[in-house]
């Protein structure tokens, strides 16, 4: 059950864009129309703000979107704000094993 | 509201035994499949174990498989995670968490509940 592979971290400035990659096999991204992307900010709980690759749950602004291709997911964060700034986590469903978890991603709104 | 509250968290000796439970609020509990997720200090998430609505299906990560048993009880809308033979790499805070019924994710998650695993 190895995690999926995302940068440690990225960062951008106010009002821009930026993408975190989340790097899988043919057993897990490759392989399902699952995945998922959570923020999480320091002592709280993660939320969910992509699923299916690039559905939307209720409340989450279209700021955020997700794709997929081949084994490599993303999620794209545009009009960065200030509070967008936590850890963000990609999670595919797999073979046998369920889920996994990408290590997570620290973006830095500078 | 949809609430889960975790509890049951604290310090552990390696080789002793720990039992977590998850109350559910504000939603029918019997109606979804639930999971723990845990993240260690300093780590990324990770996902722990699965049970489905009625209990007949379960999976686990091979890192606690055999040493920890997931159990639900839909009448107290309460989960559980039984942890046993416990080592100093279960420490974490231990997430529980449910799977929306329309989708293949995590919607809801509690707030945690913090395992210590020392001597």
């Known amino acids: 059950q190895s995690a999926l592979t995302q940068p440690r971290s990225v960062s951008g400035s106010p009002g821009q864009s930026v993408t975190i990659s989340c790097t899988g096999t043919s057993s897990d991204v490759g392989g399902y129309n699952y995945v998922s992307w959570y923020q999480k900010h320091p002592g709280k709980a993660p939320k969910f703000i992509i699923y299916d690759v690039s559905k939307w749950p209720s409340g989450v602004p279209d700021r955020f979107s997700g794709s997929k291709s081949g084994y490599m997911a993303s999620l794209t964060i545009s009009g960065l704000r200030a509070d967008d700034e936590a850890d963000y986590y990609c999670?595919?469903?797999?073979?046998?094993?369920?889920?996994?978890f990408g290590g997570g991603t620290k973006l830095t709104v500078l | 509201e949809v609430q889960l509250v975790e509890s049951g968290g604290g310090l552990a000796q390696p080789g002793g035994s720990l039992r977590l439970s998850c109350a559910a609020s504000g939603f029918t509990f019997s109606s979804y499949n639930m999971n723990w997720v845990r993240q260690a200090p300093g780590k990324g998430l990770e996902w722990v174990s699965y049970?489905?609505?009625?209990?007949?299906?379960?999976y686990y990560a091979d890192s606690v498989r055999g040493r920890f048993t997931v159990s639900r009880d839909n009448g107290k809308s309460s989960l559980y995670l039984q942890m046993n033979s416990l080592r100093a790499e279960d420490t974490a805070v231990y997430y529980c968490v449910r799977e929306p019924g329309a989708a293949v994710t995590f919607d809801i998650w509690g707030q945690g509940t913090v395992v210590t695993v020392s001597s």
């Open positions: 999670c595919s469903y797999g073979n046998n094993y369920r889920w996994v």
């Open positions: 049970i489905s609505r009625t209990s007949d299906t379960i």
